[in-house]
């Protein structure tokens, strides 16, 4: 691993996005980019028709004054922004982490991710943003925007950082699980946690085939992995293994089943986000 991303906003999952990409820039030696989207502005409320309302100086004066506000509105917005930038470093750099750079963008938060993480091997990003009191039921209008559109894997910031020396692999046989499980046996971000490894569903023998065939591969890579397969429903069996076990970080493949879908019988992924108070690592 040689770089991370992470995404801040200046909300009060900032501070737990510099602690987790910190976590992890200290186990890989990888460097960091901390990015600030601005977004476009998108207005609340319904346009003004002018014509006929004002006559035409007032027109004039009226407009000149709008763009003098927005001009204004624009330039708080980008000093907010530059110091969200410049605290978040100094969090980094207080951590030891070298190689920390800063980088303010224009535009759709989606977008800006596309592009900029074809440089990077890792994301992390906060669970909730700026409303994250107002909503704690609910996930960040982004969130799933971006875990959808990216291609790297995606670290979700808890609300807090506590220290990780365990974790869990939610397990269901399909590509971005086996996907996972490669990753990590070659990572250098889990060496020496404890893992575990979990399947939810009846033991059926394909089921057990494949739960051998990765417990092999995460033993090849230097893991001591305690693997089983339990029956039940899998978000409410993932959740209480982690309760029970004091996991410290799940990871998932993300979002099995198309958007429409999920609208209909919800989705395992955005139940354990939405649900579980730990960090949680994606795979696409």
């Known amino acids: 691993m040689t770089k991370l991303m992470a995404m801040i906003d200046g909300s009060i999952y900032s501070r737990s996005v510099c602690d987790h990409t910190a976590w992890a820039a200290q186990r ?9 989207v601005l977004g476009r502005r998108t207005g609340t409320e319904a346009p003004v028709n002018l014509s006929g309302n004002l006559s035409a100086d007032g027109r004039a004066a009226l407009l000149e004054e709008l ?13 907010r922004g530059r110091l969200i930038l410049d605290e978040a470093k100094t969090f980094l750099q207080e951590d030891g982490i070298d190689g920390v750079t800063a980088k303010l963008r224009h535009g759709d938060l989606v977008e800006t991710v596309l592009d900029l993480e074809r440089e990077a091997d890792l994301m992390v990003i906060g669970k909730r943003g700026e409303a994250a009191d107002f909503a704690k039921l609910h996930l960040g209008s982004n969130l799933e925007r971006v875990v959808r559109s990216s291609h790297i894997p995606i670290m979700v910031a808890s609300r807090a950082f506590k220290p990780i020396s365990s974790f869990l692999i939610a397990f269901d046989g399909r590509n971005t699980a086996m996907k996972a499980v490669d990753h990590i046996a070659r ?13 939810v569903g009846q033991d059926r023998p394909d089921a057990r085939k494949k739960l051998d065939d990765a417990e092999t591969i995460l033993k090849s890579g230097g893991f001591e992995v305690s693997a089983e397969i339990v029956a039940g429903q899998p978000d409410k069996v993932i959740a ?3 309760e029970r ?31 579980c108070l730990i960090p949680i690592m994606l795979f696409r």
């Open 240 to 242: 209480d293994t982690v």
């Open 245 to 275: 076990e004091g996991i410290d970080l799940l990871v998932m493949g993300a979002y099995s089943h198309s958007r429409l879908r999920t609208l209909f019988i919800g989705s395992t992924t955005a139940e354990m986000v939405r649900g």
């Open 28 to 36: 890989t030696e990888a460097t960091v980019d901390i990015v600030h």
């Open 187 to 199: 990572s250098p971000l889990f060496a020496g946690l404890r893992c575990r490894l979990l399947m």
């Open 67 to 79: 763009a003098e506000h927005d001009a204004q509105t624009a330039k708080m917005a980008q000093k």
